[in-house]
């Protein structure tokens, strides 16, 4: 039975006036309560508040508005929003509607909605002369009587405002339901959660502030809405993404287009946005409308190198030619996240600032703004990194208003310079909670876990007919993929298996751990930790493909010519192995080098003829792999697969599995053998999903990359006499093969860095919202390819291996356990996936450069032998260079024009001194010209530099690099030609070195306190895996890769052709 009513709105309307919409309004008897103590058999359905919990408590719309952020913490439980009060909430802030959603949807918070004006005896219609406020507070306080009321009482309810009235008015009213205020709330019932209280309070003094503010306007105020709409509609505005230069953040920022909103076809480059009137408080990242200015207006870009911090007075530097410019007009979605800043010493606070509780921060990435906080801790947090959150910027204020939000830690030490990095971008690892744990399966000493009797009759039981096993990198933990190959019977056919960890067996779609898994979307690794994507008993033990136990899998079996190795038959399905060997690359490589290596499973055999005949049965199986291999290489060749910048670093562990060296290894062949297995394995099952789901199968191309992108390739190789062909991926791999300088094997490995640098980023898609044609793998030369092998620590491989099981359902014409998700969704799953991807290498860049300032600080750059090294030229700048030093694979800067306008000038030795003088800048070579005579730099040429440190209090550490002399570097140990001097040991010992340091600081800080250092409990905190993965620092290299230079030939592993799509 429903019951019709009206129901009546004053809006707001974007111009200011005020609307009066009449709704018509439909009461029912019957509204899911979604609590797990209802006594009325509601049809609740979804997500159920749980009954064990002391209380439930309701927010009122003011609390919901203001102080959602506080009712975010997990672990506040038992939330009730109301339908009033999120309306509410929402009409007065457009951007809580999103948040408010998720936190309603996900099931890790303890929140449910309840449609209270739609329950016939909760609902309260407002009365005449009644406040639209006090009307929406009393619908809540009459909602929560309801809600206790249908509960028959169970628990107390506790209604939470900031108005006072309603305090006083409804405190004490109904028995079981209470009404205080939230900092009452949060003081007695969350007395723990002590960061809560302090968001709560950092907010309230933010907003008191911003009251008080004045009145006086430093910006043209923004258009509205539909005028901007409007605008962006008849071409008049230009809709795009704003992106501040950060070297020179107060100047110089750009717009970028947003696809098709750009009428005026003339222009097809970004827009200059000059100064911060121009800018008009839009913050790096918002989506915004800009206006072109006249063109008298135009200015260019910057194309000078620019020295850190300090930014030099615009005009005066060289620009490009004018460029189309513009004003922000309006702002279309701000695109506000969490910002790291650093406060100021309070000396500058006390002296600057009238109002000592109003400090500017300075936000740790350059291209934020300084942000106004209003804060009582000034002092305590001076030095310290803390996060802000940004609540508005208006035009009246010079800086956007914000509050602080959580505290890091002191700036400078290593743990809060790591979490710094972590926030910024936008990556949240917390512990897996307990709620996730206890999905997991349990595998311990008294509770073995064991194969299921339904898994085995449901499965493929190759345990007794199928030689398995694994090669990684010596001591590898998580081992996700194993290989089989084998001669079938007759003779005339070989099957080849590639056999996967079975995750989602495992991982349930939607569980939390699943959702867990999708929000970090995969394994991060940094240059000392990682945090995983799935708890240990699964990425290190039962998704672990170890050697002798029982392990499902997901796997792929083809059926090839055994003479001309052409495909026969491919079969895809769940699997029952249990891997035979877990054999590490050298050792494999040994074997089939027919070297004498000892395989540790076959030591431990008693019968010498067994042994024997075991042996001989695996060296036929690695001989087998390596044929068909070839085989897969060459077929790619010919479609013109690149082989890109990679590095080949072993790491060497000591007993008790530190690593105590990263050590160069010739690349083995059968590093190429299993990454070619995978990359057939990646394809076929790309295939199989895109058949069976032509719109919604997730898969990874690697588009073409845009020609001007290879100018500086094709200008440095010229300089060299080679010629690249970029026209296709097979021309541009053939002319990277001709281009070898035999005097100077670095230049082929520049080319290919060069190479790499130009390309786009590979990236997941769904087939849905791609044209076939857009499906095409560069890269790899692939007409289809997608990611299955790695599901331990990617997380579209566990959408992949659900695919490819609903296709195999699909084929047996059974009825799909799920839907599938739709293109859209999948669209945007591989968009999120994608983002955290970028996110996972911009935090692994700068951790590594943070390591390497790190190393640097405290040397003293005039005396200690470390800050001088090789470096060679890669690209010539308007009054510098950019160069690459491979002992440390760092990339930077190298400025020849000093501020006071002297250059560098070379003596006849080769050393470099400034003098006063004068740039001559070319595309491939600079020359400076002093009284001493003229000196020209050439991209490729080897110079001797010297490293130091820029100090930086509130942004990231910076290295500088100043050349010393323009010979190659002498190096006063042997030199790196004769091997001696393994590469890469240099960032090994860089790590290690700091983290020692670190922790020494550390626990000398504890010891001042007199108390034990508590390391445990910090790696329970930071690390969820503390062993150092092997897999991580082959990554890491891999991706610095790019870097270095010490290697002739590069191996062609898959993980590291996809880095490319770095
Ligand atoms: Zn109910």
Sequence with gaps: MMIKTEKVLHLKSSRGGKVRVVREHYLREHVPCFSALCQAACQNEGKILSGDVTHYVVPDAGVVRDFLEVLEFRELQGIVFMQTACQAAQHSRRRLYNRLRSLLKDPRHHCIHFANEFQQYSYCPREKGESQEKWQTRCIYHAAVWYHDHLAGLRPVVMITEDQEAVAEYGSRT?????????????????????????????????????SESTEREYTEHLPAEVLEAGIKSGRFIQGTLNVNKHRAQHEAFVRFEGSSNKSSELNSDILICGGKNRNRAVHGDMVAVE????????????????????????????SQPMPSGKVVGILQRNWRDYVVTF????????????????????WDYRIPKIRISTQQAEALQDHRVIVRLDSWESTSLYPNGHTVRVLGKSGELESEVQTILVENCIHVPPFSEAQLREMPVNSAEQPWSVAPEEVSSRLDLRDTHLVFSIDPLGCEDVDDTLSIRLLPGGTRLELGVHIADVTHFVQEGSLTDLEARARATTYYLADRRYDMLPAVLSADLCSLLGGVDRYAMSVMWQLDAESLSMCKVWYGRTLIRSSYQLHYELAQSLLNGKPAEVPELERLDDADVRSRRRAELLEALRLLTRVARHLRAQRDQSGALELEGVEVRAQLDSSRNITALVPKQPLEVHETVAECMIYANHWVARKIQESFPHQALLRHHPPPRQEFFNQLIDSARTRGFTIDTRSNKALADSLDQAVDQGDPVVNRMLRMMATQAMSNALYFSTGACSEEQYYHYGLALDRYTHFTSPIRRYADIIVHRLLMAAIVAEKDAAPSKALASNKELEEL?????????????????????????????????????????AVIYAIRANGMLVFVPRFGLKGALYLKSRENQVVAVESDGRCVWQAGTLDRHLDRISTSTSMGTHTFRVFDHITVRISVQPARCHPLNLCLEVVSSRPHQAPVAPTETGTQPKGRGRSELV???????????????????????????????????????YSLLQEIAELALLDLQTCEPPRVEAQTCSISA
């Design 175 to 211: 028995s079981g339901v209470y009404v205080i205020s939230t900092q009452e709330y949060l003081q007695s019932f969350w007395p723990e959660l002590q960061a809560a209280q302090e968001l709560y309070i950092s907010i309230c003094q933010a907003r008191q502030e911003r009251e």
């Design 292 to 319: 072109l200015l006249p063109a008298r207006e135009w200015r260019g870009r910057t194309t000078a190198l620019h020295e850190g911090v300090a930014e030099d007075k615009a005009g005066e530097e060289p620009q």
């Design 344 to 363: 100021p010493p309070w000396e500058e606070v006390q002296s600057q600032s009238r109002n000592s509780q109003r400090i500017l921060v300075t936000p």
């Design 830 to 870: 591989a968009h999120q996936v994608n983002n955290k991807n970028r996110a996972a290498q911009h935090a692994q860049k700068q951790s590594t450069e943070l390591f390497q300032c790190l190393y640097f600080k405290d040397k003293d750059p005039l005396t200690d032998e470390h800050c001088v090294a090789d």
């Design 992 to 1030: 290690q070195e700091v983290v020692r340091l670190a922790e020494e600081a550390s626990q000398q800080a504890e010891e001042k306190k007199g108390r034990k250092a508590k390391l445990p409990k910090d790696e329970r905190e930071f690390r969820q895996s503390k062993q150092p993965n092997l």
